[in-house]
């Protein structure tokens, strides 16, 4: 079913009821989701004659779709105040289980930070990555070399950039850090390792001090949270992508961070997807309102 888009001038709720006027559409869910990468990979898994994918738009820029973690709860939160019924949002965990936020009624959330890390997470679509990228013998020596997995290599290499998000969020929410992991000085391209003195100095020069006592209070308190509920994983394609070009892992320049990210979505197993608290979770919401399907 073609995705839903509806004018954010119109009633959300008076919309969906319409939509679900037609005969065809009468038991047909709703789902919400935070942008074009979750569109990609739900398209294919959910119930194609029984489930849509809902975006609002925004006329007045030029049929802008809004979207993002913000809109889905903003529309969820619509909802969940109307009397439209078999609608669902899916959302990034982001920070939210490391702050104890609540959550909306009728939305399900990621194991992990994100989508992207839910899927690098899994060994089997790690291992087919690996395989469609890299080079077969540099991999081999590299994890001789560090000892170590490149899965945990990778964690090691994003985790830096996390924590400092984690920091920005709590102490200076306006700080601009998002490319800090495409600076050469930092993430050396030649060897893919990870200068944490430079990292240090420029985020310092740009006004977060992270040897400062709230700075290292905020980092303890997260020593011992799973890597992956932490690390973005938007960060971690693109540090993979480094890997994958510069001769390290290959010297595979069509490892681009799209291509990347569209292989590993269509890499993972529907079996293992379902064993994932995501997908039980909406096969839970599925049970609780019988009239309405989203996965196959």
């Given at each position: 079913?073609?995705?839903?888009?509806?004018?954010?001038?119109?009633?959300?709720?008076?919309?969906?009821?319409?939509?679900?006027?037609?005969?065809?559409?009468?038991?047909?869910?709703?789902?919400?989701?935070?942008?074009e990468s979750d569109?990609?990979?739900?398209?294919?898994?959910?119930?194609?004659?029984?489930?849509?994918?809902?975006?609002?738009?925004?006329?007045?820029?030029?049929?802008?779709?809004?979207?993002?973690?913000?809109?889905?709860?903003?529309?969820?939160?619509?909802?969940?105040?109307?009397?439209?019924?078999?609608?669902?949002?899916?959302?990034?965990?982001?920070?939210?289980?490391?702050?104890?936020?609540?959550?909306?009624?009728?939305?399900?959330?990621?194991?992990?930070?994100?989508?992207?890390?839910?899927?690098?997470?899994?060994?089997?679509?790690?291992?087919?990555?690996?395989?469609?990228?890299?080079?077969?013998?540099?991999?081999?020596?590299?994890?001789?070399?560090?000892?170590?997995?490149?899965?945990?290599?990778?964690?090691?290499?994003?985790?830096?950039?996390?924590?400092?998000?984690?920091?920005?969020?709590?102490?200076?929410?306006?700080?601009?850090?998002?490319?800090?992991?495409?600076?050469?000085?930092?993430?050396?391209?030649?060897?893919?390792?990870?200068?944490?003195?430079?990292?240090?100095?420029?985020?310092?020069?740009?006004?977060?001090?992270?040897?400062?006592?709230?700075?290292?209070?905020?980092?303890?308190?997260?020593?011992?949270?799973?890597?992956?509920?932490?690390?973005?994983g938007h960060k971690?394609?693109?540090?993979?992508?480094?890997?994958?070009?510069?001769?390290?892992?290959?010297?595979?320049?069509?490892?681009?961070?799209?291509?990347?990210?569209?292989?590993?979505?269509?890499?993972?197993?529907?079996?293992?997807?379902?064993?994932?608290?995501?997908?039980?979770?909406?096969?839970?919401?599925?049970?609780?309102?019988?009239?309405?399907?989203?996965?196959?």
């Open positions: 079913m073609t995705p839903l888009t509806i004018s954010n001038t119109q009633g959300l709720d008076a919309a969906l009821i319409m939509f679900r006027a037609s005969p065809e559409n009468k038991n047909c869910s709703f789902l919400f989701i935070e942008g569109e990609k990979f739900w398209h294919s898994r959910i119930e194609e004659k029984k489930c849509c994918i809902v975006f609002l738009v925004s006329f007045s820029e030029n049929n802008k779709r809004q979207t993002g973690k913000t809109a889905v709860i903003k529309n969820i939160r619509t909802l969940n105040n109307s009397k439209v019924n078999g609608f669902l949002g899916i959302i990034d965990n982001d920070f939210d289980a490391l702050m104890c936020l609540p959550r909306e009624n009728n939305t399900c959330v990621a194991d992990t930070h994100d989508l992207e890390t839910l899927l690098l997470r899994s060994p089997t679509v790690f291992k087919k990555m690996l395989a469609e990228f890299g080079d077969n013998q540099l991999i081999a020596n590299f994890e001789k070399k560090e000892q170590k997995s490149i899965q945990d290599y990778l964690i090691e290499l994003a985790l830096p950039f996390a924590q400092l998000e984690w920091l920005k969020q709590q102490l200076k929410p306006g700080l601009e850090l998002n490319d800090l992991h495409k600076n050469n000085t930092i993430l050396i391209p030649d060897t893919w390792c990870l200068s944490q003195a430079n990292l240090n100095a420029i985020v310092n020069a740009r006004g977060m001090d992270i040897n400062s006592e709230p700075s290292q209070h905020l980092l303890k308190t997260i020593n011992n949270i799973d890597p992956w509920l932490l690390c973005n971690m394609i693109d540090i993979l992508s480094m890997g994958f070009q510069n001769g390290i892992l290959g010297n595979n320049k069509k490892a681009i961070t799209e291509t990347i990210a569209s292989y590993i979505r269509g890499s993972i197993d529907k079996v293992e997807l379902y064993q994932t608290e995501l997908c039980q979770s909406m096969f839970i919401w599925q049970n609780n309102n019988s009239l309405y399907q989203v996965l196959i």
